[in-house]
C-alpha cells in the first residue's frame, strides 16, 4: 500500500537530494537499531515524507554521521537520525505490523502469515512508547476491515478511515501544530488508499478480494455505447440508486466479471483523478499553513511534484492498459 509520496529527482539540486536521502537512509538505520534487521523490510518513502515534514516543523537536533552499507558498501552514504527518526520508526514498525495482522485475517495465505511471524516480536517495544497511538490504529484497520466485509463501494468512507489513521501517525505533539499536522495526514492517507485501490483494481478482481471500485464492473455488462456507459456510471455510484440498473444487469454473474471495460476503465480514472486532485489540493493547502522554512525546497518538490507524476503516471498506465 505505501510508496506513493515520492520526490521528483530530477527536479532536487544535488544537494537537496543527497539531504533527503540522508533522512531515508537514517530512517532505515534507526529501524536495525531500535527493531531489528527485520523491520527494514518495512522501509518506505511515505514514512520518510512524515520524517522531512515533522523535520521542518520542530528542528530537533541532529545526529550526522556517514556509513557504508550493504546497498553501499564502498562508499559512505550521509545517516540523519533526531528524535523524529525514532518516532517515525515506532510508526511505521506499527503500522506495518498491523496492516501485515489484517493481511492474515484477510488473505490466509502463505506469505501473509511467514510476514506476520517475522514482524510479530518487532512491534511490541513500539507499542510501549506509544500505546494510545497503536491502539487507536489498530481500531482504525479494524473498522476498515469491517467495511471491506460489507463490500462497501463508498471510496470517501473507506478512504477517510486511512486518512484519520495517518492523521493520528502525523500529529506528532498536542501543541499548536497539532490539527495542521493531523490534516496534513489525513490528506496523504486518503490519497494513498485511493490510488492503492484503483492500481489494484485488476489483480483483486481477479483474485475475488475486496475493492471499493469493483462495483464499477457493472458497466461492463449490457450495451457498450457512451450514453449507457454514462448512465452506469452515474447509477453506480451511490448504493440505492444501482437498484435501478436494468434488470438484465442486476441478473448477470458478477464474480464471471475479470476485468473493467475500456470504456468504464476510462471513466474510473476520471473519476479517481478528480478525486486525488481534490486531495492533493487540501493537502497543498495545509502545508502551506505550516509555514516552513526549513527543507521547503524538498517538501514542495514532494507534494507539488513528486506525489502527482507518481499518481498520474499509475493513472495513465491503467489508461494504456485499457486500450491494449
Known sequence: M???VKINKMDLTFREYDHYKSYYCGLCKCLKRTHGEISRLSLNFDITFLIVLLSSVYRPKANISEEICIVSPFKKKKILINEITEYAADMNV????YKLEDDVIDDKDFKSKIAFNLFKGNHKSAYERYPEKAE??????EHLRELENEDCDDIDEVSNIFGNLMG???????DEYEERLRFVGFNIGKYIYTLDAYEDLDEDIAKNRYNPFKSYRTLNLGKEND????RALNLSKTKFARADVDESIKNKDFAELKEVSPSTRHALSNRVDNIIGMTLGFL????DSLDLKYNRGIIENIIYSGV???YKGILKKGDERSVQ
Request: charged share 15%; hydrophobic share 40%; net charge positive.
Open 2 to 4: 505505501f510508496g506513493y
Open 94 to 97: 506499527l503500522l506495518t505490523y
Open 136 to 141: 487507536y490504529m489498530k481500531a482504525q484497520l
Open 168 to 174: 493520528e501517525i502525523f500529529a506528532y505533539r498536542k
Open 227 to 230: 450514453l449507457n456507459s454514462t
Open 284 to 287: 497543498g493547502q495545509s502545508v
Open 308 to 310: 502527482y507524476l507518481r
